[in-house]
């Protein structure tokens, strides 16, 4: 049976590794104002750092967050689509290109913008791929660092697959918005994986209905020991 781990920030490493960043994406599609439900909200945990809008003459509409109706939010969406990845589905406050601004402190092999947002050290990854982890991809970022001879930091194009199992949600809960996709779960205190949804060709991937939760492989949390790759914690759950 596939075994499976929640990633998070190792805070034990904190006081070694202190570095912090002050960024944001290139571009982003706007929040939403939802006629149906009634909820203005834009996601977190969609983050297509390898996607460049920089061909779409459109690009201007993508660089100030702000919520919008529905309507107009869908025909942005379709605007960036063809530069998306085909299964991505593109939820309002979908983050796209580089991570610009400032970079400060010391980082190990792998770094946290947010807590959700994993940067990784590029020898860091290509030892990582070099030990057959598979499907991860690391995008250039744009980050300034005061200091001599800064790391060359990627971030990590994580995608999200998979899904938590019905039995870890209240039944109560209402389900997904028709119109804007808003599923207002707060995560569960014990997640519980949907076997069967989990990407049998991915070893690190986000989960598709709650994509700032990280999830890595056997293999993946494996290679990072061996390799003594600080900076992530690793917590098993269940599959069902």
Not at 134 to 158: A, M, N, V
């Amino acid at each position: 049976m596939p075994r499976f781990f929640w990633l998070r920030r190792d805070e034990a490493t904190a006081t070694t590794y202190d570095g912090e960043v002050d960024a944001a994406h290139r571009w982003r599609l706007p929040g939403v104002s939802c006629h149906t439900c009634g909820a203005t909200w834009g996601g977190a945990g969609h983050q297509y750092p390898c996607v460049d809008l920089s061909q779409l003459s459109e690009r201007h509409e993508f660089e100030k967050a702000r919520p919008e109706p529905f309507p107009e939010f869908a025909r942005l969406r379709e605007l960036v689509r063809p530069f998306a990845p085909p299964h991505a589905t593109l939820p309002p406050g979908t983050a796209f290109g580089s991570l610009v601004g400032r970079a400060f402190g010391k980082f190990g092999p792998f770094g946290w913008w947010g807590s959700s947002m994993l940067l990784v050290r590029r020898a860091s990854l290509e030892l990582l791929q070099a030990e057959g982890v598979r499907g991860l991809l690391g995008c250039r970022t744009e980050l300034r660092f005061r200091q001599k001879d800064p790391p060359e930091l990627l971030e990590l194009q994580i995608e999200p697959h998979g899904r938590l199992h019905p039995d870890c949600i209240p039944p109560d809960e209402p389900p997904p918005c028709v119109t804007c996709g808003r599923f207002g779960l707060a995560r569960p205190d014990e997640p519980i994986l949907d076997a069967a949804s989990l990407p049998p060709e991915l070893d690190l991937f986000r989960l598709g209905n709650f994509a700032t939760m990280i999830i890595g492989t056997e293999r993946f949390k494996e290679a990072v020991q061996r390799l003594e790759l600080h900076g992530l914690t690793f917590r098993e759950l269940q599959t069902r």
